[in-house]
């Protein structure tokens, strides 16, 4: 399947308007208050493939919390934990994604729809982690407060 067909296979299965794509054939869509990101990416082999990505959340501006994001964010690089072949990332300006990089050769709407589903589940599944992470940040944050004010 092509990535422009798929995509026009999405809007109607979604029944969203035509989805429109930028000069690049990407886009973005809003599924279950996240946005996804779609592009479609060329192979060496010549295959087409299609990046999907979602932003997960922040690294924390202490430098100290932020290593304890990356060492968590590389084990499961790493070992593949909880990213079902997806993989995990940090841009420049301390965004967290999920990425995920699929063929499109050989593949049906039907299984485009499962890497889908999964991809979304995973991307709920590392937002839900970081919040976590941020929380035991907070308490963290909290105890050493009390602890200043008591000395």
């Not at 429109?20 to 996804?36: C, I, N, S």
């Not at 919390?65 to 934990?81: F, S």
């Not at 301390?94 to 890497?115: C, K, R």
Request: hydrophobic share 40%.
């Amino acid at each position: 399947m092509q990535y422009l067909e798929l995509i026009k296979d999405l809007s109607s299965h979604l029944q969203l308007p035509e989805i429109v794509t930028d000069e690049l054939q990407r886009f973005a869509l809003l599924f279950d208050e996240m946005y996804l990101l779609f592009s479609p990416e060329l192979v060496e082999t010549g295959e087409e493939n299609i990046k999907v990505s979602a932003v997960l959340g922040q690294l924390p501006d202490d430098e100290g919390q932020a290593i304890i994001y990356y060492e968590e964010l590389l084990c499961a690089n790493l070992l593949g934990h909880g990213t079902a072949c997806a993989y995990l990332g940090v841009n420049a300006s301390g965004e967290i994604s999920l990425m995920a990089n699929w063929p499109l050769q050989n593949t049906s709407f039907s299984m485009f729809g499962d890497l889908l589903e999964n991809f979304v589940s995973h991307v709920e599944h590392w937002k839900n982690q970081l919040e976590k992470m941020q929380s035991k940040e907070s308490e963290i944050n909290s105890l050493n407060a009390f602890d200043t004010m008591r000395a």
